[in-house]
């Protein structure tokens, strides 16, 4: 009769990338970090879709650059730069475990911040209520109101289309 208890072996971080579990940890304490601050940022500037006209967006940018960052959720570009080096750590502590599921994982993980980082037209906005500002005549302003229009539309999407 075998009286030694069965242990389940453990699998242990790879010291070799422990600067990568290091960044991982401070993405994540970032990352909880920048929901906090844009939390707090969104109650001084508050933006609903639909509320605000491309004008008034213009507006808040050209009166306050972080005030138009906030309206145009940076945290969400910011977060979701931090959440891939997030993900990086996970899957080098995960694959040893399951490296299939790991790495599905990640693939998907660094799909969907890339996609989101790419779908946020912030910078292309800035750059039209810039231009919007230097504007001389009222053709040109309704021009750049009209492709900041296209923008907006794009950057919020079909999800805060009031329906009703």
């Known amino acids: 009769m075998d009286t030694e208890p069965k242990h389940q072996p453990t699998v242990c971080a790879d010291a070799d990338y422990a600067e990568l579990y290091t960044i991982g940890a401070v993405a994540a304490v970032l990352l909880v970090a920048i929901i906090a601050v844009s939390v707090v940022a969104?109650?001084?500037w508050p933006f609903a879709s639909g509320t605000n006209t491309t004008e008034e967006i213009f507006d808040?940018?050209?009166?306050?650059?972080?005030?138009?960052?906030?309206a145009l959720d940076i945290g969400v570009s910011l977060g979701n730069l931090l959440a891939i080096l997030l993900y990086l750590a996970?899957?080098?502590?995960l694959r040893q475990t399951n490296p299939s599921v790991a790495l599905i994982a990640l693939a998907f993980g660094l799909v969907a911040a890339a996609a989101l980082i790419a779908a946020?037209?912030?910078v292309e906005i800035f750059v039209l209520a810039e231009s919007y500002a230097d504007a001389t005549t009222a053709a040109?302003?309704?021009r750049l109101l009209a492709a900041g229009d296209t923008l907006l539309v794009q950057?919020?999407?079909?999800?805060f289309k009031n329906c009703g």
């Open 120 to 122: 946020r037209p912030v």
């Open 60 to 70: 808040l940018i050209q009166r306050t650059f972080t005030g138009g960052l906030t």
């Open 155 to 159: 950057f919020h999407g079909m999800a």
């Open 140 to 142: 040109e302003r309704n």
């Open 90 to 93: 996970l899957y080098q502590a």
């Open 42 to 44: 969104f109650l001084n």
